[in-house]
C-alpha cells in the first residue's frame, strides 16, 4: 500500500483514488464506495478525489474509539507516553513542513506565507501539550474530617468528535487533537469536506508517530450527513466543533438529545478600534492586515474598522488606496499576497453581502467586483473591497461576510469605541490603537471578547486561551483550559478510618 505521504501527492498530481478513511489504525475505502472531488480554489482543477463516510463507517470509526477508550491503554498509560507521541508529530510535521504546507495551499488557495506559518504554529500546539499532559493531574481537597482524605483526579471524557472548518484545516484540527490526546481521550476527527488532504495527513503522521489503532479515527464527508451523524451518535461524549454560528446552533441542539459535552468556535465581527492619538502609519498596515489577511477568511478578522473621527478620513481613504494594490494569485507563487476564496459558493455569499452593504447605503472605496486579470478568471477571487461610511445597524457591519470585505464607521471618543465595539453578537476577537497606555487598558477591559490585542493584530500564543463571549463560542482552545476542555473531573474520596455510622438504630 502507498503511504499516504504519496498517496496525497499522488492525488494532488494525479486525482488518483485510495481509501482515505482512517478507522481502528486501517486505512480503508468508503463502504458505499461514496466518492468527493477535492478542488483548487486557484484554478477549479481536481486535485483529489477523496473517500466519503457512509453511515456504517461513521458507526464503525465511533465504535473503534469507544473500544479504544474503553478496553485499551491510551488513557492509562503514563501521560509521558502520550506526550512523546505528540512529540513525535511535531518532528515529523518539521520534517514534513514544506509538503504539508504546499498540500495546503493546493486546497484552500493561501498563500505559502501563510501554510508555512501554520504548520509552524500547528508544530507549536503539539509541543505545548505533550509539555502540559503530565501536568496538573489533580487536587487533594480539605475535608474537615481527620478520617477523610479527598482528591479530585482529571480524567479524559471519552470519544471526542472534532470537527473542523476549511480555513484553517491543518491549523483548527490540530488546536482539537492535540488536547484531546493529551488528555487520554479517542477521536474521531472530521474535516471540512472541502480541505480534508491536510487532515488526512496529520493522521498519517498520527499513526507513524505511534498512535494506537483506535486511538484516533478519521471519517471525511459533508457536514449534515457526517457530521450530523456524529455530533447524534450515543457512543461519542464530546464534540469540539469550529464552524459557523448557523452550524453550530444545529450541532449544540443536536448533540442536547445525549447531553454531550460540546465546544464551539463560531467566529466574529472583530471590531478593530484606531484612536486618534496611536501610530496612524502602523495602525494602518495592520488594518489591512487584520481584514484581508487569507482573503478575510479568518475567524478573528479586523472586519470591522472603528476610527477616530478627526483621523477617520484620510485613514480609510489610504487603506482603501492600499487596498487596491493587494496582489492577488495562485498561492503557490511566492509574490502573491492573497488567494481565492475557497469555493464558488463562499465568493457568491460574499458577493450578496457587497450587495447588500450597497442597498444598506456604505460607500465603496476599494474592489467590490472580481479581478479582471485572465489568469484569475478560473479560481474563486474577489478584490479586497472597502466600505466607508457605514452605521452600526448594517447587515455587513453586524453579519460575519467571512470574505474580504472591511467596513469602517467613525467614533467620537473612548465610550462610542467601546458601545460600537461591542454593539455585535459576536465576541472573539477584537483591537484596540492608541499611544495612551491606560487608554488601552481601559478599552481593552470593556470589550466584551475573548482576545483583545493592544496596537497589534492577530497573534495568538498555544499557551493562551482562544475563544469567544457571546455567540462566538462556548468553551476555549489552546492554554490549559484548551486541555480542561477534554477532562472531566471525579471526586475520590476515601474514609481511612471506617466505624459503623448507627445512623439507623436497627
Ligand atoms: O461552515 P460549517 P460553512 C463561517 C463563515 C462561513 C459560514 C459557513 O461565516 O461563511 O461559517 O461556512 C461541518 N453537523 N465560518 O458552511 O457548515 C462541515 O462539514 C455536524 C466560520 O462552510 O459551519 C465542516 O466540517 N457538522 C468558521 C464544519 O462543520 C456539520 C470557519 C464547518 O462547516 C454540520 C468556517 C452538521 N449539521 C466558516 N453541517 C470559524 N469559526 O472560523 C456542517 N458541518
Known amino acids: 500500500m502507498l503511504r499516504t505521504a504519496d498517496r496525497v501527492a499522488d492525488q494532488a498530481t494525479r486525482g488518483v483514488i485510495v481509501p482515505n478513511l482512517f478507522i481502528d489504525g486501517a486505512w480503508v475505502a468508503s463502504s458505499a464506495a461514496l466518492e468527493s472531488d477535492v478542488v483548487n480554489p486557484f484554478d477549479q482543477s481536481v486535485i483529489a478525489k477523496v473517500d466519503e463516510a457512509a453511515p456504517d463507517d461513521v458507526d464503525r470509526a465511533v465504535a473503534a474509539a469507544r473500544r479504544a477508550f474503553d478496553a485499551g491503554d491510551w488513557a492509562r498509560v503514563p501521560a509521558a507516553e502520550r506526550a512523546d507521541v505528540l512529540d513525535r508529530v511535531a518532528d515529523l510535521l518539521v520534517w514534513n513542513r514544506r509538503q504539508v504546507a504546499h498540500t495546503e495551499t493546493l486546497d484552500t488557495g493561501k498563500t505559502l506565507t501563510e501554510s508555512r506559518a501554520d504548520v509552524d504554529d500547528v508544530v507549536k500546539v503539539f509541543r505545548y501539550y505533550a509539555g502540559l499532559a503530565d501536568k496538573e493531574a489533580g487536587r487533594v481537597v480539605e475535608t474537615g474530617n481527620p478520617g477523610a482524605v479527598s482528591r479530585i483526579v482529571y480524567e479524559p471524557v471519552g470519544v471526542c468528535a472534532l470537527i473542523a472548518p476549511w480555513n484553517y484545516p491543518l491549523l483548527q484540527m490540530a488546536w482539537k487533537v492535540a488536547p484531546a490526546l493529551a488528555a487520554g481521550n479517542t477521536v474521531v476527527a472530521k474535516p471540512s469536506e472541502v480541505t480534508p488532504l491536510t487532515t488526512i495527513r496529520l493522521v498519517e503522521l498520527l499513526a507513524e508517530a505511534g498512535a494506537p489503532a483506535g486511538v484516533v479515527n478519521l471519517v471525511l464527508g459533508r457536514g449534515p450527513q457526517v457530521g450530523q451523524r456524529l455530533v447524534e451518535h450515543a457512543d461519542v461524549d464530546m464534540v469540539s466543533f469550529t464552524g459557523g454560528l448557523a452550524t453550530g446552533r444545529r450541532v449544540m441542539q443536536a448533540a442536547a438529545a445525549t447531553v454531550k459535552k460540546v465546544a464551539l468556535e463560531l467566529g466574529g465581527k472583530n471590531p478593530n478600534i484606531v484612536f486618534a492619538d496611536a501610530d496612524l502609519e502602523t495602525a494602518l498596515d495592520y488594518a489591512l492586515m487584520a481584514v484581508f489577511l487569507h482573503a478575510g477568511q479568518v475567524c478573528s478578522a479586523g472586519a470591522r474598522l472603528l476610527v477616530q473621527e478627526e483621523v477617520y478620513d484620510d485613514f480609510v481613504a489610504e487603506v482603501a488606496r492600499r487596498a487596491d494594490?493587494?496582489?492577488?494569485?495562485?498561492?503557490?507563487?511566492?509574490?502573491?499576497?492573497?488567494?481565492?476564496?475557497?469555493?464558488?459558493?463562499?465568493?457568491?455569499?460574499?458577493?450578496?453581502?457587497?450587495?447588500?452593504?450597497?442597498a444598506e447605503g456604505a460607500r465603496l472605496l476599494a474592489g467590490g467586483r472580481r479581478p479582471d486579470e485572465p489568469e484569475l478568471q478560473a479560481g474563486f477571487f474577489y478584490r479586497p473591497t472597502v466600505f466607508a461610511d457605514c452605521r452600526r445597524g448594517m447587515r455587513v457591519v453586524q453579519e460575519e461576510t467571512f470574505g474580504p470585505i472591511l467596513t469602517a464607521e467613525r467614533f467620537r471618543d473612548e465610550a462610542e469605541a467601546v458601545a460600537l465595539g461591542n454593539d455585535t453578537p459576536y465576541g472573539l476577537a477584537g483591537a484596540v490603537w492608541t499611544g495612551d497606555a491606560g487608554r488601552g487598558q481601559r478599552v481593552a477591559a470593556r470589550l466584551r471578547h475573548g482576545t483583545i490585542w493592544i496596537n497589534d493584530y492577530h497573534p495568538y500564543l498555544p499557551q493562551a486561551e482562544w475563544g469567544g463571549f457571546k455567540q462566538s463560542g462556548?468553551?476555549?482552545?489552546?492554554?490549559?483550559?484548551?486541555?480542561?476542555?477534554?477532562?472531566?473531573?471525579?471526586?475520590?474520596?476515601?474514609?481511612?478510618?471506617?466505624?459503623?455510622?448507627?445512623?439507623?438504630?436497627?
Open 325 to 358: 494594490r493587494i496582489r492577488l494569485g495562485n498561492g503557490l507563487d511566492e509574490g502573491t499576497e492573497s488567494g481565492p476564496l475557497v469555493s464558488a459558493e463562499h465568493r457568491a455569499k460574499v458577493e450578496r453581502y457587497v450587495e447588500t452593504g450597497l
Open 474 to 506: 462556548v468553551g476555549r482552545e489552546l492554554g490549559p483550559t484548551g486541555l480542561a476542555e477534554y477532562r472531566d473531573a471525579k471526586h475520590i474520596y476515601q474514609n481511612i478510618d471506617p466505624k459503623p455510622l448507627r445512623w439507623f438504630a436497627g
